[in-house]
Structures are given as C-alpha cells and as structure tokens.
C-alpha cells in the first residue's frame, strides 16, 4: 500500500510539472499552391459563386449498371460483421440502393441548403452556408463553421443545422442562434482535390480560416469530430485570436503524461483521479483500448500507406465502395454491432441518408483523394509535426459520446487543451456524432457557447 502512494506521488509530481508548462505559442500563417503548375503570377479570384448539386441520366444509367454487375461473395457461417461487411445483408442494401433509392430526390435535398464555390491556394472549396430564417429583436447571429472528417461528408450536418440556426422552432431556446458554415474538406466531395504533395490538416485549417475571412467573419466558433477535430485544433493554433471558441467530440491527444496510466489498472486510476464513468469506459482496458484499435485501426494502416492501390478498386465499383464505408459507420457507431447480422445500420440511420453520403463519394469521384488525406497527416509518423506537441490556448468544449472509438477523459483534455471549460459525458452515440444524435450534439455546443460567452 505504501509503495504505491509513493509511486503515485512521484508521477503526480512528474504529471503536475508536466502539464503546468503552458507555453503559449502559435502555428505560423504562412502561404500556400495546392493547385495544378505553379502559381500564377495573377491575383487569386477571389469570388464566392452560387453552387447547385447536379446529376444526370447518363450518370444514374452506369451507377445501375455497374451495381447490376456486382459479384457477391458468401459469407462465414456465424460471421456477421466480425469478418467485416457481411455480404448477406450488402444483398439488401444493393437491392435498395438499386430498386427504390431515389438519387434525384436526395439532390434535391442536398440543395435545400444554399452551396457555394471560392478559390483559395489555388483550390475550389465547396461549402453551404446556411443564415438564420428569423432572429430575436436585437440579436445577431453567432457564425459557427462546422468540419466533418473521412469517411463522411458535409451531408452529416443537415439535421443538425436546423437545431443551430433555427432552434425556437426545433424546440429549443433561442439564446443562442447560429450562422453555419459546412465546407467539403479538399479532396472530399465537391471541394477540388490538391494536385501537390504534403496537403495536410494545418493547409486545411489555414483555407478554412481563409474562408471564414472572405465571408467576413473576424471572430467565429469551430466544431469538428475525426479529421473535422484536427483541422478545427489547427485553426486555434494558427489564429486564436479569431477563434471565440472550439468545440470537439474527438481529440487527438498525443503528447500525453496520462496515457499509459489506465495499464496500472482501475484502481490506479480512481486514486489519479479518474471518474467512475472514465473506469466504465476505458475498462476492461485490453478489450475496450487495445484490442479495439487492432481492430479499427486497418483502413489506417493502409490509407497512411498506399491509398491509392486500394482507391483504384472503390473508385471502379459502386458497391465495393458502398461495403467499405458502410462498415465504419456500424463498427464506429457501436462496436457491439458487429455481432448483428445486419451490423446495427440501420438502428441509427437509415439507408436513404447512409447511401447519400455514399453518392457524395462515388459521382465526384473522391475516395481516392479523401484517402490521401491519412497518409499527408500520418505516413511521416506521429508526433513528427509540430502542432502534435503544441497545447490549445482558446476556449475548449469537450462532448465525449460513449461509443467512440477511444474514450478521452476529461483529464487527458485539459492537457491539450487547458483552457477547457465544458466537458460531458453524452448519454448515448458514437463517432457521427452531429449525423446519429443532432440534438444531444446542438445542446452541447449551445452549453458551451453559454460558458464562452461569460468568459
């Protein structure tokens, strides 16, 4: 017993000096050409241009085609989604997919929201931006720019958005109301893809707060999950004074003191000062952290690697690409799913709006070059950038969903992020959080928009 209250008072003294070494410092701005040849010496246009989702019969013609031409292979007995996406229930979604799914009604709703184009480092960034319907005397709208991550799309936030910029109407105060900005990360969906080498997430954040400058919003919230959480963190890195607040339901915590101390085992952990509720979901540690990311962890392996062997295959078949995707958003939703035949999809989603996200990847030809997007960021290694080891000196809400895929406690957040002043634990979801529970996610972004505002 003493031993141990000997060796936790010597890590806590080696983790108090640790994470009370705040260094405030910024990422530099800098510059950068992402598009084909070098930069022209003409200045940039710089015009925001209206922009309309589109298809064609031409283009549903060879989607039925190449969906009629799928080769089903027979799955294990007993397998469900253990092997991965289980071809017997795939039969179901193609069957879906190709006899009852309507892609010309679901462009249509793509564009309920108003979409544009601008050109930025030589990019064409896509975005909707979506302004209050109606405001409260004497209010103005808070500007809130929202980012998703692979393998999602701008598509994740359309439920989410009325619950922001419409909230009295969608049952909730109107304290709060926000303007929306949903950009397509480049080389997603309808944002051009970077012709040069090395685009990574802090080229991402710089466009982004480009964007948000061009638009004319000088200080703005942020909100991301997956890659949509790095980006955002890299923009409070960059210009924090622009920053008013940032929001995240996944961080990346890699420079950490506390990370191995959940291997002491729970009761380690409850003296460190771990929650009841941290002990439920780190514990048992080898299942819930390690075993998890073997399991999650291929796709990344491959992506940081060689993406393009793989992408040459999603981009060339339809459903193939359909099984690749669709299989995150059962495992990364609940991990428990893989022991259904039918991997819970449909228990959170329904194949109309998981099969939109699909269409967004498959009709502008993107797999390929969203996949590029894990090996700019990690196939030179972890902690090799230099906004890894860098803290976060804005604001900080933290909503940390039960089913992600690595639960963070509040105390590994703080140490990134020390100026965090909201953190919850959300009462059900996983890693889509702003696509599975809209509303659990706008009530936290409203509840910390409330403790920002009285800073």
Not at 23 to 41: I, M, V
Not at 164 to 183: M, Q, R, W, Y
Not at 402 to 415: Q, R, S
Request: net charge neutral.
């Amino acid at each position: 017993m003493w031993l141990e209250l000997l060796l936790a008072s010597v890590l806590g003294l080696v983790i108090y000096w640790f994470v009370s070494r705040d260094k405030e410092e910024t990422l530099p701005l800098e510059d950068g050409w992402w598009g084909p040849g070098s930069k022209p010496s003409a200045r940039e246009d710089e015009s925001i241009r209206p922009f309309k989702v589109e298809t064609s019969d031409e283009e549903i013609k060879d989607l039925h085609h190449r969906i009629d031409g799928f080769r089903a292979s027979p799955p294990l007995e007993g397998s469900r989604f253990h092997y991965g996406f289980n071809s017997s229930y795939l039969k179901k979604v193609v069957s879906y997919w190709r006899n009852e799914f309507d892609w010309r009604k679901q462009v249509e709703t793509l564009n309920q929201y108003p979409h544009f184009k601008t050109k930025i480092e030589g990019l064409d960034i896509h975005f909707i931006h979506v302004k209050p319907p109606q405001l409260p005397s004497g209010h103005t709208p808070k500007p809130l720019l929202m980012v998703h991550g692979w393998p999602g799309s701008f598509y994740e936030f359309y439920k989410i958005i009325p619950l922001l910029t419409d909230p009295k109407a969608n049952g909730l105060s109107d304290e709060h109301v926000f303007e929306v900005i949903c950009p397509s990360i480049p080389g997603y969906g309808f944002s051009e893809a970077s012709s040069k080498k090395g685009f990574n997430t802090v080229a991402t954040a710089r466009i982004f707060y480009k964007l948000m400058s061009r638009l004319g919003f000088q200080k703005f919230y942020i909100q991301g999950g997956d890659w949509g959480s790095l980006i955002c963190t890299n923009m409070a890195q960059l210009v924090p004074n622009h920053v008013k607040g940032l929001h995240l339901n996944v961080a990346f915590i890699t420079k950490n003191i506390y990370t191995p101390t959940p291997l002491l085992g729970p009761r380690f952990g409850r003296f460190l000062g771990y929650t009841e509720r941290d002990i439920e979901l780190l514990y048992p540690f080898k299942e819930k952290v390690f075993y998890s990311i073997m399991r999650e962890s291929g796709y990344l392996h491959i992506q940081a690697t060689k993406p393009d062997t793989v992408g040459c295959a999603l981009n060339d078949s339809p459903v193939g690409l359909a099984a690749y995707i669709l299989e995150k958003f059962s495992t990364w939703t609940n991990q428990e799913y893989r022991d259904l035949e039918d991997g819970g999809l449909e228990r959170k989603f329904s194949l109309e709006d998981l099969l939109t996200n699909i269409m967004i990847y498959w009709t502008t030809g993107t797999i390929v070059s969203s996949q590029r997007f894990y090996k700019e960021n990690m196939g030179q290694g972890i902690m090799v950038h230099r906004h890894e080891g860098m803290k976060v000196f804005v604001p900080t809400g933290f909503a940390a969903f039960p089913c992600e895929l690595l639960h963070t406690p509040e105390k590994w957040v703080k140490v990134k992020y020390p100026k965090l002043i909201s953190y919850s634990y959300m009462e059900r979801g996983g890693h889509f959080a702003a696509f599975e529970e809209p509303k659990l996610l706008a009530q936290d972004i409203r509840k910390f928009v409330s403790l920002a505002e009285r800073q």
